[in-house]
């Protein structure tokens, strides 16, 4: 097993409405926030994520001019047992945001055909998240 943990630190126009999105659509919940640097550090079944409000008083570490959507060229994926009811989750509280809805997609994985159900949700600075699940581990629906 490995020593590393990957932690993305995503760059967000608003911090509130950031948090509301990550709480009340993904699920997460605040590990801990600074609130002057308008920081906040979520996690969910083993995954974290930071994010950092472009004006808040921290240090920032941008290789070029921020511009919305900031996740432009970047898509996430989670691997989660329970799509369906985490679509469902999306569909009630942030159904704009769905930018793939719910599909069945084989793709091949070296002498194997993998079978996923999946769906994209794009958050509120334009980050795709693209939420997977084997489809024979899928919640029957």
């Known amino acids: 097993m490995s020593n590393f943990k990957l932690v993305p630190e995503l760059y967000c126009e608003d911090i509130e409405v950031t948090k509301t999105f990550y709480v009340e659509v993904f699920g997460f919940e605040i590990k801990y926030e600074r609130v002057e640097d308008q920081f906040a550090y979520f996690t969910l079944d083993g ?3 930071m994010v950092e409000g472009v004006h808040g008083i921290g240090r920032r570490w941008l290789t070029d001019t ?45 002498d194997e055909v993998a079978v996923q159900k999946q769906f ?16 024979s ?4 629906g």
Do not use: H
């Open 47 to 49: 995954v974290d994520i």
């Open 66 to 110: 921020l511009q919305k959507p900031f996740g432009r060229g970047v898509n996430f994926q989670w691997d989660v047992f329970e799509i369906e009811s985490l679509y469902a989750r999306v569909l009630d509280t942030a159904p704009t945001s769905i930018y793939l809805e719910m599909e069945t997609k084989e793709y091949q994985c070296a």
């Open 120 to 135: 994209i949700v794009k958050d509120p600075d334009g980050y795709l998240f693209r939420f997977c699940c084997d489809n």
């Open 137 to 140: 581990g899928a919640e029957q």
